[in-house]
């Protein structure tokens, strides 16, 4: 596989990176998981995505933090309870398809080695189109190849670098959510939607723009293809319990994640994209 100038692979641990440094940013992203880890635009120079500093790159566990890819369930499978959380995506390795260059930046598909697998009734194509530009845009497309309808659920569910999550505000949902610390109690979005516990919620909504206002900066996220955003920080005990997060580290990150929730048709030969553009 070629690669462009701007692109060059290197090696963590088990893990191949594929890292770009082109003129509007760098970006790192790892072939375990067809999974995103690092956005930096060089015009503000900030990191948009969080890792976590105790991230497992064992190329087995997924990776705690950048973009996972879930796919083609998210959370628990629906009747599987054996099946991997949030699909079995995340924990393969990806491979290029292509690399180029335009006007707009580093285009790179990617697509797992297959797409096939328990949990999923059909056949599908599954690719990831990253574009590396002043801004971050990152496709899904499910593609069915079989001779049946099939549905699915999928998540680009991306941790985002905040300074204090006291004092980050997400902009952009309204009406009501269901709780997942409440046993799925149907709550009302906040007007001021701030953040003091653990947090894991599913908006059945489609807001085309969210921010998070953090301090000083904004970054914007732009979403289309989803039907709901799900808002998750573990908070303290919860970081604790986890082996792959430090004790204090959910105090700056916060997940908000374009999803399909709501099991998306995919009628045979036709395409469903997901996206999410990072700014
Ligand atoms: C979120 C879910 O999307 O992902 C949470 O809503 C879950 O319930 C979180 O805890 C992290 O999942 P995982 O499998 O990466 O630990």
């Known amino acids: 596989m070629l690669l462009t ?12 990176l594929l890292q770009i440094d082109n003129s509007f940013a760098n970006a790192e992203i790892s072939l375990f998981g067809g999974h995103i880890l690092s956005f930096i635009p060089k015009h503000d120079n900030r990191e948009r995505l969080w890792v976590s500093e105790k991230a497992i790159f064992d190329g087995q566990k997924p990776i705690r933090g950048g973009i996972p890819v879930c796919w083609p369930w ?3 499978h629906a009747t599987n309870t054996n099946l991997a959380a949030h699909g079995y995506v995340r924990t393969q390795t990806w491979k290029i398809i ?3 260059e335009t006007d707009s930046g580093t285009h790179i598909t990617l697509a797992p080695n297959s797409s096939n697998d328990d949990g999923l009734s ?3 194509q599954l690719t990831l189109s990253i574009i590396v530009g002043r ?17 699915y659920n999928c998540a680009l569910h991306s941790y985002f670098a905040i300074s204090d999550i006291h ?11 269901s709780d997942k610390t409440r046993d799925f109690q149907i709550c009302d979005t906040p007007h001021h939607y701030k953040f003091n516990e653990e947090t894991d919620r599913v908006h059945l909504q489609q807001p085309k723009q969210l921010s998070i206002i953090d301090e000083q900066t904004t970054t914007n996220i732009l979403s289309s293809g989803h039907d709901s955003i799900v808002v998750w ?13 430090a004790d ?14 709501q099991n998306q048709e995919v009628k045979v030969g036709e395409t469903h994209t997901l996206e999410q553009v990072i700014i």
């Open 167 to 177: 004092q980050c505000e997400l902009r952009g949902l309204s009406g009501q959510y």
């Open 135 to 151: 801004q971050l845009k990152i496709q899904l497309s499910t593609t069915n190849i079989g001779a049946e309808s099939l549905t």
């Open 98 to 100: 292509e690399t180029k």
């Open 5 to 16: 100038e701007s692109a060059k692979i290197v090696t963590r641990n088990n893990t191949q």
């Open 248 to 261: 204090n580290s959910y105090l700056t990150m916060l997940c908000v994640e374009t999803a399909v929730t």
């Open 233 to 245: 920080n573990p908070w303290k005990q919860k970081s604790i319990s986890m082996i792959d997060m």
């Open 122 to 124: 059909g056949t599908t």
């Open 74 to 76: 998210f959370g628990p």
